[in-house]
């Protein structure tokens, strides 16, 4: 089915689309609007609007979305962790803390677990060096996290709302 | 030496730091107002004269930079800030954006005027989202108070300001790639020349400055361009002003630190980081950045017939004032002045595999030299970690990553093959451990 924004979200787009002297430049931050309203990732059918809507190629605006690790090509669970595997994390532990989210999540890096709740991934230094190990979940920060303060987020990812 | 400073941070930690009224309550905007009273050449010539060395990890002087940009053309001018935080240790732009994001936005108004654009494009990466948000929140207020818009301070010279969102991508923080991925393109990096002061952001004149440099220019009008400067030990190297400190890794204070220029990574690590977790030994610190190569505490300085270098001779590295040239006259690299501490409890092999994985994964694929050379530095450090590489791939790394050096588009290459060269050469050992005994001796682990 074809993708489509909501009227509220158009105004979005419109809004993004004032602030550039050409189409093509709004490319990245309409990729993110609509994945955000597309369950989380950038469906062929997104693509084929965004190409559309900008006046884009869809060969342009797919060589985008597979050039930016957070662009999604299949749909993710409903919350995405992304623990900071980088060095100041890792000298903080940071590998322990995913060992530890495999085991109780029961997926490796890059995996949903099994009820379609959380996506596990690992990041690439997120600029948070000095409060490792962190991580990431959906839109937020989680700073020098021990191993208990993780179990309490993975536990309500997994089992509330 | 260490001078502590608050001109940038002395808001952080305070309440509600981020709104327009706790910054104009501690002089915010007065150096916006300053600078539109001024002309546009004598904008320039004070950060000219402020010596602020570019904090993105180049070292480029600001206001050389900002000399680049043409006086009048028929096409619009561009303020382009890099926001993309991302390399491995850095942590000091977020805090300014999510702490202090007046000083940006006041840093922009004067760039903008400075820079002869009216337009301000502030290119954050995608995770910041508290950032994005108080950027966004402090552009508003700035503008419901008058100070952005058509008539910024009643000034006739409108200046507007966008945050503008990346997607995930270590190399947007390249300044080309940047702009590519500005336009709405994938983030490679373009061939120079043409430079961004000739053709940057949509064909058009654009200066792409760090965040902490435009910070430090709205700094450096307020408070004049030579005064400064001097605030910084290495003023007569040119080397001026404040910046922030960032330390982390094995240090029991981990933290931005506002200080003059010139304070000693000895002080960053001990005085200011706290020491060492555990009180244990220091192995090795990453300077500025995980491009810049590691250095060891038992490093003298020792660069004979240079003045500048006189009263270091014979001295630690860890007791040379950090600066972009003192720095680069001993073969090291200063970058981003946030340094990533190592204990004695870290493996460095472990550390390698750490980097190299980092940069193979964040090459863009462009260049043939960083694309393979990244994967295959890769594959060896693997094998490495699992005692079965032989003495031979130990050169052969070298050896990759110094055939990687100087032969790519953009410096990526470079960052990526420095610090490959520096651990193994300077633990040669523990590498050549790992192959003889499969790392008998090692501590196999990073943390204390």
């Given at each position: 089915?074809?993708?489509?924004?909501?009227?509220?979200?158009?105004?979005?787009?419109?809004?993004?689309?004032?602030?550039?002297?050409?189409?093509?430049?709004?490319?990245?931050?309409?990729?993110?609007?609509?994945?955000?309203?597309?369950?989380?990732?950038?469906?062929?059918?997104?693509?084929?609007?965004?190409?559309?809507?900008?006046?884009?190629?869809?060969?342009?605006?797919?060589?985008?979305?597979?050039?930016?690790?957070?662009?999604?090509?299949?749909?993710?669970?409903?919350?995405?962790?992304?623990?900071?595997?980088?060095?100041?994390?890792?000298?903080?532990?940071?590998?322990?803390?995913?060992?530890?989210?495999?085991?109780?999540?029961?997926?490796?890096?890059?995996?949903?677990?099994?009820?379609?709740?959380?996506?596990?991934?690992?990041?690439?230094?997120?600029?948070?060096?000095?409060?490792?190990?962190?991580?990431?979940?959906?839109?937020?920060?989680?700073?020098?996290?021990?191993?208990?303060?993780?179990?309490?987020?993975?536990?309500?990812?997994?089992?509330?709302? | 030496?260490?001078?502590?400073?608050?001109?940038?941070?002395?808001?952080?930690?305070?309440?509600?730091?981020?709104?327009?009224?706790?910054?104009?309550?501690?002089?915010?905007?007065?150096?916006?107002?300053?600078?539109?009273?001024?002309?546009?050449?004598?904008?320039?010539?004070?950060?000219?004269?402020?010596?602020?060395?570019?904090?993105?990890?180049?070292?480029?002087?600001?206001?050389?930079?900002?000399?680049?940009?043409?006086?009048?053309?028929?096409?619009?001018?561009?303020?382009?800030?890099?926001?993309?935080?991302?390399?491995?240790?850095?942590?000091?732009?977020?805090?300014?954006?999510?702490?202090?994001?007046?000083?940006?936005?006041?840093?922009c108004i004067v760039a903008c005027y400075g820079i002869g654009a009216h337009a301000a494009y502030i290119?954050?990466?995608?995770?910041?989202?508290?950032?994005?948000?108080?950027?966004?929140?402090?552009?508003?207020?700035?503008?419901?108070?008058?100070?952005?818009?058509?008539?910024?301070?009643?000034?006739?010279?409108?200046?507007?300001?966008?945050?503008?969102?990346?997607?995930?991508?270590?190399?947007?923080?390249?300044?080309?790639?940047?702009?590519?991925?500005?336009?709405?393109?994938?983030?490679?990096?373009?061939?120079?020349?043409?430079?961004?002061?000739?053709?940057?952001?949509?064909?058009?004149?654009?200066?792409?400055?760090?965040?902490?440099?435009?910070?430090?220019?709205?700094?450096?009008?307020?408070?004049?361009?030579?005064?400064?400067?001097?605030?910084?030990?290495?003023?007569?190297?040119?080397?001026?002003?404040?910046?922030?400190?960032?330390?982390?890794?094995?240090?029991?204070?981990?933290?931005?630190?506002?200080?003059?220029?010139?304070?000693?990574?000895?002080?960053?690590?001990?005085?200011?980081?706290?020491?060492?977790?555990?009180?244990?030994?220091?192995?090795?610190?990453?300077?500025?950045?995980?491009?810049?190569?590691?250095?060891?505490?038992?490093?003298?300085?020792?660069?004979?017939?240079?003045?500048?270098?006189?009263?270091?001779?014979?001295?630690?590295?860890?007791?040379?004032?950090?600066?972009?040239?003192?720095?680069?006259?001993?073969?090291?690299?200063?970058?981003?002045?946030?340094?990533?501490?190592?204990?004695?409890?870290?493996?460095?092999?472990?550390?390698?595999?750490?980097?190299?994985?980092?940069?193979?994964?964040?090459?863009?694929?462009?260049?043939?030299?960083?694309?393979?050379?990244?994967?295959?530095?890769?594959?060896?450090?693997?094998?490495?970690?699992?005692?079965?590489?032989?003495?031979?791939?130990?050169?052969?790394?070298?050896?990759?990553?110094?055939?990687?050096?100087?032969?790519?588009?953009?410096?990526?290459?470079?960052?990526?093959?420095?610090?490959?060269?520096?651990?193994?050469?300077?633990?040669?050992?523990?590498?050549?451990?790992?192959?003889?005994?499969?790392?008998?001796?090692?501590?196999?682990?990073?943390?204390?």
């Open positions: 089915m074809a993708f489509a924004l909501s009227e509220e979200r158009e105004r979005e787009l419109e809004e993004i689309l004032a602030r550039y002297p050409n189409k093509m430049a709004a490319c990245i931050p309409v990729l993110h609007l609509c994945q955000d309203n597309n369950e989380g990732w950038v469906s062929p059918e997104v693509i084929d609007y965004v190409a559309q809507r900008l006046e884009l190629s869809t060969a342009h605006v797919k060589g985008v979305v597979t050039f930016y690790s957070l662009f999604n090509e299949s749909p993710p669970g409903k919350h995405q962790v992304w623990v900071c595997r980088t060095l100041s994390c890792a000298l903080r532990g940071a590998g322990g803390l995913l060992t530890h989210a495999e085991h109780k999540l029961g997926v490796k890096v890059g995996e949903t677990t099994e009820d379609g709740r959380v996506t596990l991934r690992t990041a690439e230094c997120l600029a948070s060096c000095g409060s490792g190990p962190m991580i990431q979940v959906d839109k937020s920060y989680h700073e020098n996290l021990t191993t208990e303060e993780f179990d309490r987020i993975l536990d309500r990812l997994l089992y509330e709302g | 030496m260490l001078k502590q400073t608050d001109h940038l941070t002395k808001n952080y930690g305070k309440p509600n730091s981020w709104t327009i009224s706790v910054y104009e309550s501690t002089g915010g905007y007065r150096a916006a107002r300053k600078a539109l009273s001024m002309s546009r050449e004598l904008v320039v010539d004070e950060i000219k004269k402020a010596h602020i060395r570019g904090r993105g990890g180049a070292g480029f002087e600001a206001g050389v930079k900002w000399g680049f940009m043409p006086k009048e053309g028929e096409k619009p001018s561009y303020l382009v800030v890099n926001a993309d935080e991302g390399e491995p240790g850095t942590f000091k732009d977020r805090t300014i954006m999510e702490q202090n994001p007046h000083a940006l936005v006041e840093g290119y954050v990466r995608d995770e910041l989202h508290l950032a994005k948000a108080r950027l966004w929140d402090a552009i508003k207020e700035a503008k419901s108070k008058g100070y952005l818009g058509t008539r910024p301070f009643g000034k006739g010279y409108d200046i507007e300001i966008c945050v503008q969102t990346g997607a995930g991508a270590y190399i947007c923080g390249e300044e080309s790639a940047l702009l590519n991925s500005l336009e709405g393109r994938r983030g490679e990096p373009r061939l120079r020349p043409p430079f961004p002061a000739q053709r940057g952001a949509f064909g058009s004149p654009t200066t792409v400055n760090n965040v902490e440099s435009v910070t430090l220019a709205a700094i450096a009008i307020a408070l004049g361009g030579e005064e400064f400067s001097k605030l910084s030990a290495l003023h007569e190297i040119n080397d001026g002003g404040i910046r922030l400190f960032g330390v982390a890794g094995h240090v029991k204070k981990p933290g931005i630190y506002e200080c003059a220029v010139g304070v000693t990574l000895r002080e960053l690590i001990y005085d200011l980081g706290g020491g060492i977790l555990g009180d244990r030994e220091l192995l090795g610190v990453i300077p500025g950045g995980s491009s810049c190569p590691i250095m060891l505490p038992d490093e003298i300085v020792n660069v004979p017939g240079d003045k500048r270098f006189e009263p270091y001779n014979g001295k630690s590295v860890l007791d040379l004032p950090m600066g972009v040239d003192t720095f680069r006259g001993i073969g090291g690299m200063l970058g981003t002045c946030c340094a990533t501490v190592l204990s004695d409890a870290a493996d460095p092999v472990l550390a390698a595999q750490n980097i190299i994985h980092f940069y193979r994964h964040e090459s863009c694929g462009q260049c043939t030299p960083c694309r393979e050379g990244c994967g295959w530095l890769e594959r060896i450090i693997d094998k490495v970690v699992e005692g079965t590489a032989t003495m031979e791939e130990l050169d052969l790394m070298s050896e990759i990553a110094s055939n990687m050096t100087g032969n790519t588009i953009c410096a990526f290459g470079d960052g990526a093959a420095a610090p490959v060269m520096a651990f193994v050469r300077k633990f040669r050992k523990n590498f050549e451990d790992y192959v003889l005994t499969g790392g008998k001796s090692q501590t196999k682990t990073l943390v204390v």
